[in-house]
Every structure is written in C-alpha cells, then in structure tokens.
C-alpha cells in the first residue's frame, strides 16, 4: 500500500518493483528543467493537467481527477474547443505524492471492469530529483506483445513525447 501523503524526501515505497520488460513496456524518459513539485503540481492540479495532457491542437476537459489510490481519473476531448467526446476513464491503482502515480484502463471510475480501447494497459510515471531538475518516466505496460506491438503503432512514441514536452515547457516555464 502506498503513502499519497509522504514527504517529498521521502523513500519510494512501492507494492512491488517491477521492471521494464521490453517485450510489453513501452517507456519514454525525460529530464524535466524544473523541481519535482512543479512537475507534480502539473499533473496534480486539473486546470494545469488539462493543458498538457493531450497533444495539441486538441483540447481538454478534465472531469475527475481524484490523485488518490481508487481514484477516478476521467477526461474529454475535442478537435474544436466546443464538442467533447470521451476521451479516458480509468482508476488510480498508486499515486505517491511527487514521486509515482499508477493507473490503469482496466477498470472505469465507477469500479466496473472495463473493455479499454485502443490497447488495455497499466501507466506509470515516475518522478526522481535529477541534478538539472527532475527526470520524469512515463511506461506503458501491456498484457501481451501483441497489445504492445498495437501501441507503439499506434504511435506511443510520438504522441507520449509530445505531451511530455508540453508537461516540461509548462512545468519549466512556472520555474
């Protein structure tokens, strides 16, 4: 069980630790010019995560973000800025605060047993002190290689970049 109210020095404590398997993860990692409490405070506060979250020109309304273990994490989209569709709706497995937060697709909001689309998944993203700022992982983990082969076709690479970078120039520019 993880600690959402830990001290930012605080040790990551983690349910288990697993590693990278290259067979279903996809990862991307990037050093954040910022300190870990901006890092978090974008994706801890909802107007700031609706900014960085999706790549643009898309938009995004965030409806739920409870950054607690169980909590929902529930977003909209929109390709003009006036009609949105939904976009996620998924659960908060573990969120360490400034340090980790988890989730998956398998499982809504509402705690019923989802059918995720485009690729079931569990996300994880982490946040360490780097000396130039904060190095920031963001992992994608599939069942199957199958579903992992879908993902990064799908283009994982690029457009989990792409809001990295927003999530950095946002978080660099409140320095």
Same mark, same amino acid.
């Given at each position: ?16 630790? +697993? ?23 974008? %994706? ?7 900014? %960085? %979250? ?88 599939? +069942? ?15 457009? %989990? ?15």
């Amino acid at each position: 069980m993880s600690d959402s109210h830990a001290p930012a020095d605080a040790p990551l404590v983690t349910p288990f630790a +697993a590693a990278l398997d290259a067979e279903l993860d996809l990862s991307i990692t990037r050093v954040i010019r910022a300190p870990r409490a901006l890092v978090w405070r974008a %994706w801890a506060d909802a107007d700031r995560l609706a900014k %960085w %979250w999706i790549p643009a020109p898309m938009s995004l309304r965030v409806d739920r973000l409870e950054l607690v273990p169980g909590g929902a994490f529930v977003t909209r989209m929109s390709e003009d800025g006036e009609t949105f569709v939904p976009h996620m709706n998924v659960v908060f497995v573990t969120v360490e605060a400034s340090r980790r937060i988890v989730f998956t697709n398998a499982i809504d909001a509402d705690w019923r047993p989802a059918q995720p689309a485009p690729v079931p998944l569990t996300a994880e993203f982490v946040f360490t002190d780097h000396p130039e700022g904060t190095e920031y992982r963001a992992t994608a983990r599939h +069942a199957t290689a199958a579903d992992r082969a879908s993902h990064e076709a799908l283009g994982f690479v690029e457009g %989990w970049g792409m809001v990295t970078d927003a999530l950095a120039a946002l978080a660099e520019s409140e320095v």
